[in-house]
């Protein structure tokens, strides 16, 4: 989309993202939890909303699934924002206090849609709309709301022990914690165009964000200041980068879009690329037992490794939804995604047996807690997963 597009669309719509905007500023309609106009990781309308170069990209040109009013309306004015370069509620002085308030308290705290979640130790702790931070004490069973300096949207949360965390969100929000999740103060500015996706600390003061349109950046102080530096380039280097995970060993990986994944063997110095057989975006991945290495994304793809990620295979997760967050439970690996999809192997990763949660939540992050499996969706905590 050209610049003058954009401000052509943003003139013909100016009312209405006014209005989008006083219902996001206002406290006293918070309690509401509308889902945040800029773009997410776990919402698949906006991969890409502005342009057709994912599904160009895919050979089969399938389809997208099918999206509500609500979400159509969020992927417009996504691409007003996008176009400008610079965030709509990031122009104005009400939009800086947005970012720079306190969360506001709500008694549906646990409605907000979450986009992050993480363990501080045995507890549980989750990020999403509004600043919200929702800590549990019991695995799952009740939760109360930490106290943020800011109401901009959190979308990644990394804890490193069960006392220091970090969170980061939209308009380049760095935010701390050192009580486990319960008092959180202002910690850095990445930027006010800034989305970030995923956040991982190597120790209490070397960590990596990496975020939308390539960005990334890397902190040797805890998080106080970063240095931002290019894991993708050339054709590449504005795909957005959504997810950080290691092994085997020492070895880091980032996903990205446009079926890219890369690696890197010396603490983030320098990455590599790798291309995959699906070309679509990966979200999230796992380093398995024996070298293997196991990613998933769009329209329920999954591919495995047995070789460290020299070569992969597609293995059928038995869902077209996107797949968003998983993690190993002893012997099995459990996927969940969009759509209220879950999906478990028992052998490996090999093969997948795939089934719909009733409800149909859209799924964003995943815990486990004394055995059990949690969930944390779109609209808000949502539940155990048997």
Partial sequence: MSRALAFTMVRSTRLLVDSARRALLDPTTAAIWRPSLARTRPQVWFERACSDRESTMTPSHSPRPMISIAHLLARVLGCLVIGLGTPLWAQTPAATSFLTNPVFV????????????????????????FGTVLISDDAGKSWRQGKTPTRATLTSLYFLDPKKGWAAGHGGVMIGTVDGGETWTRLADLGAGVVPF?????????????????????????GKTWKELRVSTGEFADQHLYAIFTGPGKRLWVTAEGGNLYYSDDGTVSFKALKLPYKGSI??????????????GMRGNILKSADGGRTWSAAASGTDQALTAGLVRGAEIVLVGLGGAVVKSQDGGTSFQAHTRPERPAHTALLQAQGSLISFTLAGIGGEIK
Avoid: M, S
């Fill in 198 to 222: 995923a956040l991982r600390f190597e120790n209490a003061a070397q960590g990596l964000v990496v975020g939308a349109f390539g960005f990334a950046a890397t902190t040797q102080d805890g």
């Fill in 283 to 296: 979200w999230g991945g796992l380093a398995l037992p024996e070298n293997t290495v196991l990613v998933w």
């Fill in 106 to 129: 709500a008694p549906l705290a646990n409605k907000a849609p979450l986009l992050a979640a993480a363990a501080a130790g045995a507890r549980l702790v989750a990020a999403g709309d």
